[in-house]
């Protein structure tokens, strides 16, 4: 068995949808399991239909909503011509879900409300193409993953309890495939023991197909992209980029850690317990080898480069030009924790701690008015944070060219450097 996971924007329009129905009709013969993120865009309008209800600010949710409605409506519309009217009936019924709540008035915590808005984009999603797929006469099964994915009711990012998840997937999920080639459900989303839906935080399919392949002791896990295969830097922002075709599992952790946009960073833990491969492979065109990410370790990896821009510095001096004692810093580690700032970088000079954090204004203003009454704290913004692995000097002279250094740190196989 496989697992294959399309993310939103190998489906953002009808032919792209047509384009992923074919790669898995041309795989189906071979038992799949397939997850699929929202259509484009979607995730992103269901956060602002959130805000909006929250807000008490009914009308725009509902208008909102309406268009994220029509926009679904008009892909079955012209998607489709046998299934049309199921589909659609199956959707009127989740959006009618929505509505219910959206007439009413918040009494719960945003986070929760979050998620049983924002958890409908995969629903959406699965249900058209699973419909497409059966058209094509793909022997497909959809399910709602939130009857199989048991989670906490931590909401907006809620942890999976595996042991439950484990046993109605191999007791309900399983046995599926005796009568189907495939079985189309969604990624990032679960429900709690109160059948409240939960999401697992933004970008979680690759994480919630990682299960599935752990679990189901898949054959390997496919992530299906626009890209032809992991690059060494973003192609965006460098036109020298190149393709890595073999990666193991300890250097995706290590890359999606410094910040590189590759693969959800929990994606790996559960594909390497059992040594399943992840393949990254391009939708647009298949037939090129994608990247191959295992236990194996690859020989003569390029510098691997992440670039993070919007950095702030922040300087927490000793009021006293004491040393920085243990006690300051503790509390300090506190005030990260408060107000949800993680540092990027970090060094300690006798009388001072410097740290880079992302530049979200509202934590990082919030973390120096508060860690102002400990230390003298100091701030420079509009910094850029530049990671290499496995560098060389041509690598780092080159990437720091007319930059000037604000703080530098390396490892035998990672410098980083904050620049201006
Ligand atoms: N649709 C969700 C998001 O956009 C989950 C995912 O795509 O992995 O964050
Ligand atoms: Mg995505």
């Known amino acids: 068995m496989r697992i294959f996971k399309f993310g939103g924007a190998s489906i953002n329009n009808i032919e792209r949808i047509k384009n992923t129905g074919n790669i898995i009709k041309d795989n189906a013969p071979q038992k799949l399991l397939v997850v699929i993120s929202a259509m484009g865009k979607t995730t992103n309008a269901l956060e602002k239909i959130t805000e909006a209800f929250f807000e008490n600010r009914k009308e725009d949710a509902l ?235 690859p020989k003569n990896l390029p510098p691997v480069i992440v670039v993070k821009e919007n950095q702030v510095l922040m300087q927490f001096k000793s009021k006293d030009f004491s040393f920085v004692e243990d006690k300051p810093v503790e509390e300090l580690h506190q005030l990260f924790e408060k107000v949800k700032l993680k540092p990027n970088l970090s060094q300690n000079t006798a009388i001072s701690l410097l740290c880079c954090f992302d530049d979200h204004a509202e934590k990082t203003d919030a973390l120096a008015s508060e860690a102002s009454t400990i230390f003298d704290v100091e701030i420079e913004r509009n910094l850029t944070l530049l990671t290499i692995r496995h560098y060389d000097r041509p690598a780092i002279e080159k990437l720091t060219e007319n930059k000037i250094i604000v703080l530098e740190q390396k490892t035998a196989t990672t410098v980083q450097v904050l620049m201006r």
């Open 63 to 297: 208008q909102l909503f309406e268009q994220l409605k029509n926009n679904h409506l008009e892909v079955v519309k012209y998607l489709l011509v046998h299934n049309w009217k199921a589909a659609e009936d199956q959707l009127k019924e989740f959006f009618t879900e929505i509505e219910w709540m959206l007439h009413d008035k918040p009494v719960r915590n945003y986070d929760y409300y979050y998620d049983q808005i924002v958890c409908c984009g995969e629903l959406f999603s699965t249900c058209i193409v699973a419909h497409y797929l059966a058209e094509q006469k793909v022997n497909v099964k959809w399910i709602d993953v939130r009857d199989v994915f048991r989670t906490d009711n931590n909401f907006r990012d809620a942890g999976v309890d595996f042991d439950f998840t484990a046993t109605k997937i191999n007791e309900e999920v399983l046995p599926l495939f005796s009568t189907n080639d495939v079985v189309m459900t969604q990624g990032f989303i679960g429900s709690t023991d109160e059948n409240e839906s939960t999401t697992l935080g933004r970008e979680g399919s690759d994480y919630s197909a990682a299960i599935f392949a752990n679990i189901l002791h898949a054959d390997a896990l496919t992530i299906w992209k626009d890209v032809p295969a992991v690059m060494n830097a973003d192609p965006n922002k460098f036109k020298e980029a190149v393709n890595i075709p073999l990666l193991n599992y300890t250097e995706v952790i290590e890359m999606a850690y410094y910040g590189a946009q590759v693969i959800h960073p929990k994606t790996i833990k559960p594909l390497q317990n059992k040594e399943i491969p992840l393949l990254v492979k391009s939708f647009i065109d298949p037939s090129l080898p994608g990247t191959v990410i295992s236990s194996r370790i």
